[in-house]
């Protein structure tokens, strides 16, 4: 005899009553009836599945934050529950710009395009220069001599 598979579609039935259970024991005033809970379980369940969320006091207190302000819990809970990220997940991790002097991915000093080193560094020896300063003098005696 064949085991029985599970339908990948649908949900495990203990599953589901889990997640109505864990939706109708959120403290109050986020309880859900059980109207709502059943509807909302396997949207949860997905969610859950797909950011690594599990069913625990974690996951209650990040639904429940911030209750103030809130008219209707049900709706906000799931907007909460279609929006769940994975636990942890940075925020819009913004990419790092690179110092423009020194290209490295140390943090700018406030405002500038620079990096702390760079930024308190003494300024660059004159020898970095030393080529500049040659052709100014060439320039120089040039002048000096088409001026005797
Ligand atoms: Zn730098």
Excluded: N
């Excluded at 009553?17 to 396997?42: D, S, V």
């Excluded at 207190?61 to 809970?77: I, K, Q, S």
């Excluded at 003494?122 to 088409?146: F, G, K």
């Amino acid at each position: 005899m064949p085991a029985l598979t599970p339908d990948p579609g649908r949900a495990d039935p203990h599953r589901h009553q889990a997640a109505a259970a864990f939706l109708m024991t959120l403290p109050e005033p986020w309880t859900l009836g059980p109207i709502r809970a059943h509807r909302l379980a396997p949207e949860l369940l997905e969610r859950c599945d797909l950011t690594g969320w599990r069913l625990d006091g974690r996951l209650r207190r990040r639904l429940t934050l911030h209750p103030e302000g809130v008219r209707d819990y049900g709706a906000v809970l799931t907007a909460r529950i279609r929006d769940l990220r994975a636990p942890g997940a940075p925020r819009e991790a913004k990419p790092r710009a690179a110092c423009s002097r020194c290209g490295s991915l140390r943090s700018l000093v406030h405002g500038r395009t620079v990096c702390v080193a760079c930024a308190t560094a003494p300024p660059a020896p004159p020898a970095l220069h030393q080529a500049e300063l040659a052709a100014e003098v060439r320039a120089a005696l040039r002048t000096a001599r088409r001026a005797s």
